[in-house]
């Protein structure tokens, strides 16, 4: 695996480990925030760069278009899958490299989109301290979870987390990441600047400026929801940035999220069609 030794220009960064997830017959698909908000950040026209850790055997031709920056690791972050949205079971057999602020290559910390995008709490949140300047967005789900001793991975609080989702602009998670808890989305929604939380075929509710608003998901049919929650969030941070406003920026994340559930895997992330009826709601 080999990658420049000066990186390319880009504007949208991304932080955290691409996962190596095992399917049903004993493949691997590639999976994780890195990959499903990357693409869907490269498909929204963006350079996308990313800086992840896994070992030199995973494959990363899938995430051909996105600019790499990886951390050498004996092993990848290795996930299975059981069900979906909240019935959902997680293991995690192994994990890279953690993430720390080292590890950013400075040409990218000029880059004024930066997406924390942790699955396993291997990103160092004092990495923020990088950005001073740039529109932090945060999908801090992987910080939220642990995996105990037989690999089963459950909810964890996070009071350490406080002060880092009060700095965040953006900070996107889902019911299933809190487990359902209205007065956790409370406090939550008290401390952040911008919340929205996804409900799965329910859509998802913003908290912004203490107004909370719910957006509506069109019916579809559900084939996979994987990777739904990263597509949503890479949406509503583009549109965010590109529009200053949360609202637009809903429901166009939760139109594109939406379509994704109708397809497998890395196949979720948006067309150009998709992203152009999106972009345009009357063609919707």
């Known amino acids: 695996m080999t990658q420049p030794t000066t990186p390319e220009p880009i504007d949208y960064l991304l932080i955290g480990h691409v996962t190596a997830d095992l399917q049903a017959d004993q493949s691997i698909s590639l999976g994780g925030t890195a990959s499903f908000s990357g693409l869907t950040a490269a498909s929204l026209g963006h350079k996308v760069g990313l800086v992840t850790s896994c070992a030199s055997d995973l494959p990363l031709d899938p995430l051909a278009g996105i600019q790499k920056w990886v951390i050498q690791s004996d092993k990848s972050t290795v996930f299975r899958n059981e069900g979906l949205g909240r019935t959902r079971v997680q293991h995690l057999y192994s994990s890279a490299t953690r993430i720390i602020a080292d590890h950013i290559p400075q040409p990218w910390q000029n880059c004024q989109l930066v997406h924390f995008g942790p699955i396993a709490a291997e990103i160092d949140p004092n990495i923020v301290e990088l950005f001073p300047n740039a529109l932090v967005c945060l999908t801090p789900q992987g910080w939220y ?13 996070w009071p350490e987390g406080l002060a880092l989702l009060a700095r965040a602009d953006a900070v996107v998670l889902s019911m299933e990441d809190l487990r359902g808890d209205e007065h956790k989305v409370e406090e939550l929604a008290g401390i952040c600047k911008l919340l929205a939380v996804t409900e799965n075929r329910n859509g998802a509710r913003v908290f912004s400026q203490g107004k909370v608003r719910h957006f509506s998901a069109p019916p579809v049919e559900l084939v996979e929801d994987t990777g739904a929650g990263d597509i949503f969030a890479a949406c509503f941070f583009h549109r965010l940035q590109k529009t200053k406003d949360p609202w637009e920026a809903a ?4 139109q594109l999220s939406s379509c994704s559930v109708t397809r497998r895997r890395l196949q979720s992330v948006p067309t150009q069609n998709e992203i152009e009826q999106a972009n345009n709601p009357m063609l919707a």
């Open 251 to 254: 429901r166009f994340a939760v």
């Open 145 to 157: 979870r642990q995996a105990d001793d037989e690999g089963v991975v459950r909810h964890v609080d």
